[in-house]
């Protein structure tokens, strides 16, 4: 398996703009994760699904954050309109939540910077 | 609830000296225990977990950890810290039986000085 895949990498956007960050989770992984990681905060965690359904959005910090997940194998997160201070890197994560829980498999992350 | 509790935000060692982070957790029912490295502009990866039986877990690397109820611990070990050891590590916490949910510490940067 080629592990949990966010794209793109880097995003560097004008203040305003509309941002969407992508992520594949492992195939066979039933729960999803988005975090955001700064240097003041630390790791935050946004939003999870289950089966494709959200389950807890409490830490998306606005209404200019959204996350979808319409099947199994993609979810996105999205920034409209994106504000300096979004700038951080984004982590999606993905599990199978079972007995054996084995913990979270992350991707590499996408850091965004808003100019 | 769960919480965790990484003392100390920045530990420097010796190259070859023993490496301690410490973990500190609050759960009120068993815990899954993790600690997770991260390497700088990666992603978090998995270096050792606690779920149930030995509480002496050994992960990647050469570390290891001990789960101490009494004490609400998970600390984690090296006996010969390595230059490329020098990572971010976290300290996480699930409740068993309900493993949809990591908490996680602040991290603990980990400096290796040659």
């Known amino acids: 398996d080629a592990g949990v895949i966010q794209s793109p990498r880097h995003e560097v956007t004008e203040m305003g703009q509309e941002v969407t960050l992508r992520c594949k989770p492992i195939s066979g992984h039933n729960s999803l994760f988005w975090y955001r990681q700064t240097m003041m905060r630390g790791l935050e965690l946004l939003i999870y699904f289950n089966n494709n359904v959200p389950i807890d959005d409490s830490g998306m910090p606005e209404d200019r954050f959204s996350a979808k997940m319409p099947n199994a194998s993609f979810s996105t997160l999205k920034i409209q309109p994106s504000e300096p201070r979004d700038s951080a890197v984004y982590f999606c994560?993905?599990?199978?939540?079972?007995?054996?829980?084995?913990?979270?498999?992350f991707g590499s992350g996408t850091r965004l910077t808003v100019v | 609830a769960q919480s965790v509790t990484q003392l100390g935000s920045h530990v420097s060692v010796s190259e070859g000296a023993l490496v301690l982070l410490r973990c500190n957790y609050s759960?009120?029912?068993?815990?899954?225990l993790f600690w997770y490295v991260q390497y700088p502009n990666q992603g978090l990866q998995l270096l050792l977990k606690?779920?149930?039986?030995?509480?002496l877990v050994k992960g990647i690397n050469g570390f290891e950890a001990e789960f101490k109820k009494s004490e609400t611990s998970f600390h984690l070990t090296k006996p010969s810290a390595h230059m490329s050891d020098a990572a971010e590590y976290f300290c996480a916490v699930s409740l068993s039986g309900s493993a949809r949910q990591l908490t996680f510490g602040s991290g603990t940067q980990l400096t290796v000085l040659p």
């Open positions: 759960s009120s029912v068993p815990p899954y």
């Open positions: 606690y779920t149930t039986g030995a509480t």
């Open positions: 994560a993905s599990s199978l939540a079972h007995q054996g829980y084995d913990g979270y498999t």
